[in-house]
């Protein structure tokens, strides 16, 4: 006698969700994978993550409550998935040094210098490189960065502040040894 039986949690995702999901795809994909890869430094891995952010909003879309607007609600899960990934034993022992071509090309077709606008993002702290990467690529306002975050948004200002001095700082250690 064959025995299948369906997981309790298993969830059938109805097709208004479906669209809803592949509408939000359409808009904020290409935002979410350049965060993910400036996080992560690993365009495959970003991609990724990218994917994993998607399926949990298709999967939690229902239990969405509307308190923040539905990008930062995203970017929530995109930079939570990135977090996660980062303190993995796999992700601690690669070396992101050499960066290939495509992702650079996928990412940010036409900036001039995107290796050394790279190298000095990815050496801030964690903490500052998200603000980094929320307000300048996401543009995202404090507030809403406040929200992804869950910071004050007086905490939002400040961190934006160390991190842009910490990035003329890195910038001015760079031109030194050129």
Partial sequence: MNNISVPINVKIVD?????IVSDLM????DSVLRMCYLYLKDYHLAED???????RVMKNYDKFRKASSVKT???RIAINLCKNQVKTWWYKRQNFDDIPEIAYDACYDGFVDRQELFNVINKLSPKHKEIILLYYYQ?????EIA???KLKGSAVKVRLFRAREQLKLNFTEDEQYE
């Fill in 15 to 19: 097709e208004r969700t479906k669209r």
């Fill in 26 to 29: 359409e808009k904020y994909a």
């Fill in 49 to 55: 993550v990218t994917q994993e952010t998607f399926i």
């Fill in 73 to 75: 609600w995203i970017m």
């Fill in 139 to 143: 543009e995202m306002s404090v507030s």
């Fill in 147 to 149: 929200e992804v975050l």
